[in-house]
Nanobody, 121 residues
Framework: VQLQASGGGLVQAGGSLRLSCAAS????????MAWYRQAPGKQRELVAN??????????YADSVKGRFSIFKDNGKKNTVYLQMNSLKPEDTAVYYC?????????????WGPGTLVTVSS
């Protein structure tokens, strides 16, 4: 699975950005599609995910609940988005798209190159 994230950039605090992740497969055939982020000097952390094996259950990190939304494009079967509203300087990070698939008993995790989000105060 190949993933390509886009949509990052510089935005002022309070602004919005929409990140896109284009996969080389129908994302509904994956187990999980997720967005992670890594701020300078910090560990990579989960931002949001969609668990297709759990009926499409969506999870968010506490720090982004109510501000971020993860959703798939009903028209493009290979795309998932992260809508980010009310951005804060602490949201500044490189954002990564991730996909989890499985075959038999093996699980595979794929990562795309990150896209930088910078929120100025």
């Amino acid at each position: 699975v190949q993933l390509q994230a886009s949509g990052g950039g510089l935005v002022q605090a309070g602004g919005s950005l929409r990140l896109s992740c284009a996969a080389s497969v129908d994302i509904s055939n994956t187990n999980i599609m997720a967005w992670y982020r890594q701020a300078p000097g910090k560990q990579r952390e989960l931002v949001a995910n969609i668990m297709f094996t759990k009926g499409g259950r969506i999870n968010y990190a506490d720090s982004v609940k109510g501000r971020f939304s993860i959703f798939k494009d009903n028209g493009k079967k290979n795309t998932v988005y992260l809508q980010m509203n009310s951005l804060k300087p602490e949201d500044t990070a490189v954002y990564y798209c991730s996909a989890v698939t499985s075959r038999w008993t093996n699980e595979y995790v794929y990562w795309g190159p990150g896209t930088l989000v910078t929120v100025s105060s």
